[in-house]
């Protein structure tokens, strides 16, 4: 099918739709709220935003973590898997490739006995609740992408606005750090996540994408939005994966970058398929667990 005639399919199917829903006396007038409720019939997706446990240096700025292997974390790590296990999932999700091999050998082997969980949230929270649950497998969702910000160089160095951000921007992160390496260095890992996990923590974590980079334009030169769009595409194609692992009834478990949960938080209460659970209150220690 040519673009011209896919464009006129569209416009066609488009139009048919709007004949449909205005002819439906079934249209819903009010659509079921985002949040999970009891009994929702809907895929109910609990997503939980995560630091680098195993300190791999991989981000713009970066977190130095202490020895999650050590006892004292590992037995925070125990209770905060026992409160994930309270959501009763039926599918964990973690940020490793797609059919990853590597992942799943190293599943493969945890599930067995033959090897110990390594450093990595992915393993320390994700194999972990899945074998709590007694699940045969786990589901690596995520595609990799880098950023296409190869053009910013030039636009940044062409306006003072856009270096003053870079500027904010900077100080901002080094601030945030600051404060989670205080979180992390007075509180447990549930402190840690729960505190990352708030929206207010979300939202900033998201704001270098539509604050800073997304407005940076120089002539006919989109370096910023398109460096975004590439961001956006990577976490679109994420909430593919999730939804192709998804069935109806299912329970999904996502532990990922605290970064992407904004877009996949939104992308999840926007489907009328899935409906998002709050993960705060399985985040936040009872007073006998301290």
């Known amino acids: 099918m040519s673009f011209k005639h896919s464009r006129r399919f569209v ?8 004949s449909a829903v205005a002819g439906n006396a079934q249209l819903k007038e009010k659509l079921p709220p985002a949040q999970c409720a009891d009994k929702d019939s809907r895929i109910q997706v609990l997503m939980v935003g995560r630091y680098h446990m ?7 700025f970066n977190l130095k973590a202490d020895n999650v292997l050590a006892e004292k ?10 409160r994930l296990a ?3 999932a039926t599918k964990v999700a973690v940020e490793a490739p797609w059919n990853d091999k590597p992942t799943m050998e190293r599943w493969q082997g945890y599930l067995d006995g033959k090897r110990d969980l390594r450093k990595s949230e992915e393993e320390q ?11 045969k497998t786990i589901y690596g969702i995520d595609v990799k992408g ?26 901002l992160g080094k601030e945030v750090i600051k404060q989670m390496g205080k979180w992390l260095a007075e509180g447990t890992i549930s402190d840690m996540l729960y505190q990352m996990n708030r929206p207010v923590m979300l939202e900033q974590a998201h704001w270098p994408y539509v604050w800073v980079f997304a407005p940076m334009v120089k002539d006919d030169n989109y370096a910023g939005a398109d460096m975004v769009a590439t961001w956006y595409q990577r976490n679109l194609r994420i909430f593919a994966n999730l939804s192709r692992i ?8 996502v532990v990922y970058g605290q970064g992407h949960i904004p877009i996949l938080k939104d992308l999840v ?17 009872e007073k006998n667990e301290k």
């Open 54 to 60: 195993s300190n791999p240096g991989l981000d713009r």
């Open 11 to 18: 416009f066609v199917s488009f139009v048919l739709l709007l």
């Open 246 to 253: 998804s069935e109806p009834g299912d329970r999904v478990f």
């Open 73 to 82: 974390r590992q037995k925070e790590i125990r209770a905060l898997a026992n």
């Open 146 to 171: 880098n950023l296409d910000d190869g053009e910013l160089g030039p636009v940044i160095g062409s306006n003072p606005k856009y270096q003053k951000k870079m500027g904010e921007l900077d100080k």
């Open 269 to 285: 209460e926007s489907s009328p398929e899935f409906c998002y659970t709050d993960p705060l209150p399985f985040l936040k220690e």
């Open 125 to 135: 929270i994700g194999f972990r609740l899945a074998k709590m649950m007694g699940h």
């Open 86 to 88: 309270g959501f009763k």
